[in-house]
């Protein structure tokens, strides 16, 4: 079954940088897209950066532009979001997640939580 599995999150200071993973088993992880989500307490879950199947395209929130970057290891199944210049207000949880099949069926990993505080 489609699994996947975030880790590296944790406390940070504001201007720190924190490195996700996404460990992704059970489809064809090379030829699909993968997302990054996150949701802060109180709001709404929002996208902070796609990527799709070979990497040749990649969509930032504005948000995060210039400071963080995703990429993606087809030969590991793994997906990376690369955090630099952290800020407060980064603080969420953060989703991995794809959408597969014909009738684009979500999936969502656990999350995993990144807290930017001093």
């Known amino acids: 079954q489609v699994q996947l599995v975030e880790s590296g999150g944790g406390l940070v200071q504001p201007g720190g940088s924190l490195r996700l993973s996404c460990a992704a088993s059970?489809?064809?992880?090379?030829?699909?897209?993968m997302n990054w989500y996150r949701q802060a307490p109180g709001k709404e879950r929002e996208l902070v950066v796609g990527?799709?199947?070979?990497?040749?395209?990649?969509n930032y929130a504005d948000s995060v532009k210039g400071r963080f970057t995703i990429s993606r290891d087809n030969a590991k199944n793994t997906v990376y979001l690369q955090m630099n210049s952290l800020k407060p207000e980064d603080t969420a949880a953060y989703y991995c997640?794809?959408?597969?099949?014909?009738?684009?069926?979500?999936?969502w990993g656990q999350g995993t939580q990144v807290t930017v505080s001093s």
């Open positions: 059970g489809f064809a992880f090379s030829t699909s897209t």
């Open positions: 997640h794809t959408r597969l099949g014909r009738f684009r069926e979500d999936y």
């Open positions: 990527i799709t199947g070979f990497g040749s395209g990649t």
